[in-house]
């Protein structure tokens, strides 16, 4: 009888322990899970901020290629209206010398 007590006793202690163990588990797999969603969840939308840095940087990186583009040519025609307006000075100073020797000319017919 003492033994059957302890035998049933030792069997309820298990039992309960088991439970008790199981419910635990149970908790620490749903903690588990619920984790494991919010990051698969964070990586995903990490995916798409990223996806859409990308095209944006893709987009700013072709823009620049445009506006490099656009600033080689203005540097052409400010290079061109350089020499022109060098040469429109030079064209100007040879009318002026001009001009004062016509003046001079006309102040000695005078």
């Excluded at 588990?25 to 919010?38: I, P, Q, S, V, W």
Aim: proline content about 0%.
């Amino acid at each position: 009888m003492f033994l059957d007590w302890i035998f049933y006793t030792f069997f309820i202690c298990c039992s309960l322990y088991l439970v008790v163990m199981v419910f635990y588990y149970k908790t620490l797999l749903k903690k588990e899970r619920a984790m494991r969603d919010f990051v698969k969840n964070n990586l995903d939308d990490t995916e798409i901020i990223i996806r859409k840095l990308q095209v944006q940087l893709q987009r700013s990186l072709g823009n620049i290629d445009i506006l490099t583009d656009e600033l080689n040519k203005i540097k052409s025609d400010v290079s061109s209206l350089r020499a022109r307006n060098s040469q429109y000075r030079i064209e100007n100073d040879k009318l002026r010398a001009r001009i004062k020797e016509l003046e001079g000319k006309i102040e000695a017919l005078l």
